[in-house]
């Protein structure tokens, strides 16, 4: 059984489960941030795992959703950017659990013993990455050749019928922005190509009657009419991992073998790093901030009700703000522009996310009239991607060293004595018998006057790596790329020599069985 959590835009947290990864989604709970009394929370650490808990103003809590190990980064990243959201939306603060708790009438049950659940990365779906880039191998990044020499993007929206359905969408909309002006925009409905049901609090923000998308086109379908309009452009959105994920979720497997490889950006996460911007983050809000007028839908009997949102409205909105930050500070190209805020565009490749987009921290120039311009910039960045490959390249050569000594590996059998050095990579704290392995070798060495380390440096004279992260070990590779090469082995190897040391017996443990079930044990 595996849980998730999402939070959109307008601030809805949704909790759904699958019992399998091949199984189709379970909604189980959907609740506002301003229902929120607190959260609470532990971070996982290595070879332990971590949970999320929620409890609401009314009393009531979902149970604990469990975090595995591996997800250790977009979990931080999760908590931070909810209690963030959750202040904006004028939240309580953080306190005790209220006193009178009960369950929620629909909550995710906490897992058994040896089930594998985790909280999906924010805004994240089911999917968004392959197996080969869930565990770290993922295809080079992309790059921004049209960027550089273009000041235009397609900012892009989409309307859902379901949010706790990321393959819903029921309209899609765009806009084309050349030198900072509108120039095209496209709109269409959408059949979900599976069934869905129209949420009432999503009916309530669009006002699309489920007639006006029985007959529409399938997103699949239309895709190549979508691509020929953005042309290669960057596309730029507002939450836009959300949005990225419900539109690659809705085109469909099939789409991932014709969809051209694209880089987006978030105006949301670029606005808070922004000193500058002092409105929330939300699209009216920066739209108000900026000057910006939101349109709304007025078509197909929508705008019998007020203030309709439209696919199409909210594209040209979010690209007119992106365009005003861009003038805010006098740049022309994203690509300056992307350098100076210090944002990371995301990427989707094969129809898959690869890369999320990113923009951590605060700009680095908080003053105005203190900005680099915008050549001087773009030069320093080339330099420094230019001194990147450099290291890529290294990095790649020393990793070549390490498959060809994987291929026929000579472990050493190195017995270590007193006065010498060792660096111990990936020791996990847990055995069958839920002792602490790694501080048993720690103490063993210390006992027998041996120097351990956690980086390799000059003066190691062995590195020993537990026996599972050998393939990923990149201590190993740097070990073996050093020009005095350091003598390595495996840990199971160390043991046999060196009997002072405990072995690792893990095969019982909870820990190794939900790892493997996982597939991030090798």
């Not at 469990?66 to 977009?74: P, R």
């Not at 983050?281 to 920066?286: I, K």
């Not at 203030?307 to 994203?334: C, F, I, Q, R, S």
Request: aromatic share 8%; charged share 25%; glycine share 8%.
């Amino acid at each position: 059984m595996a849980s998730a959590v999402e939070v959109d835009e307008d601030g809805h947290v949704t909790i759904t489960i699958k019992d399998a990864p091949s199984s189709p989604e379970r909604y189980e709970a959907k609740f506002h941030l301003s229902e929120i009394h607190h959260l609470d929370s532990k971070r996982p650490k290595r070879g332990g795992e971590g949970w999320i808990q929620f409890f609401l103003s009314d009393g009531s809590h979902t149970d604990k959703l469990h975090v595995a190990t591996t997800n250790k980064a977009q979990f931080d990243n999760f908590v931070i950017q909810v209690k963030q959201e959750m202040k904006e939306h004028d939240c309580s603060s953080e306190s005790d659990a209220p006193g009178n708790e009960v369950t929620f009438s629909r909550v995710v049950e906490a897992p058994k013993s040896g089930e594998a659940n985790w909280v999906k990365k924010r805004f994240n779906t089911y999917g968004a990455l392959d197996a080969q880039a869930d565990r770290g191998q993922l295809p080079p990044p992309l790059k921004w050749d049209k960027v550089s020499d273009r000041s235009g993007f397609v900012a892009v929206d989409v309307e859902w019928a379901d949010g706790a359905n990321p393959a819903s969408v029921i309209e899609i909309g765009l806009a084309k922005f050349l030198e900072g002006k509108l120039v095209d925009t496209y709109r269409s409905y959408v059949r979900p190509s599976g069934k869905f049901r129209m949420g009432d609090r999503e009916s309530e923000t669009h006002f699309i009657s489920r007639e006006l998308v029985e007959s529409a086109p399938t997103l699949g379908s239309m895709w190549h009419e979508i691509e020929t309009f953005i042309d290669g452009h960057v596309w730029v959105l507002q939450n836009a991992t959300n949005d990225v994920n419900k539109i690659l979720a809705s085109a469909g497997d099939e789409v991932r073998q014709i969809a051209q490889n694209f880089l987006y950006l978030d105006t949301m996460l670029i606005a808070r790093k922004m000193p500058w911007v002092t409105s929330k983050s939300g699209l009216g809000e920066l739209s108000a901030h900026f000057g910006v007028e939101r349109r709304w839908a007025s078509y197909d009997g929508r705008d019998n009700s007020p203030n309709p949102h439209g696919a199409m409205e909210d594209a040209a909105a979010t690209g007119a703000v992106l365009t005003k930050m861009m003038e805010l500070v006098g740049y022309k190209t994203l690509l300056g522009f992307a350098e100076l805020v210090g944002t990371t565009p995301g990427e989707v490749q094969s129809g898959l996310v690869t890369r999320g987009a990113s923009a951590p921290g605060k700009i680095a120039w908080p003053h105005l009239d203190k900005l680099p311009s915008e050549t001087d910039l773009l030069a320093k960045s080339l330099k420094a991607d230019k001194a990147h490959q450099q290291s890529q390249n290294k990095r790649a050569k020393d990793e070549g060293l390490k498959v060809k000594f994987l291929g026929d590996p000579q472990w050493s059998t190195m017995r270590v004595d007193e006065g010498m050095t060792v660096c111990f990579t990936q020791l996990l704290p847990w055995d069958d018998n839920d002792e602490n392995h790694e501080q048993a070798v720690w103490d063993a060495a210390k006992k027998l006057g041996i120097t351990t380390k956690r980086s390799v440096t000059g003066e190691v004279d062995l590195l020993v790596v537990n026996d599972h992260a050998v393939k990923d070990s990149a201590k190993l590779r740097n070990a073996l790329a050093r020009k005095n090469p350091i003598p390595v082995t495996t840990y199971s190897i160390f043991c046999k020599h060196n009997p002072d040391f405990p072995e690792w017996h893990y095969m019982k443990a909870w820990q190794y069985k939900q790892l493997k079930a996982e597939g991030h044990w090798r």
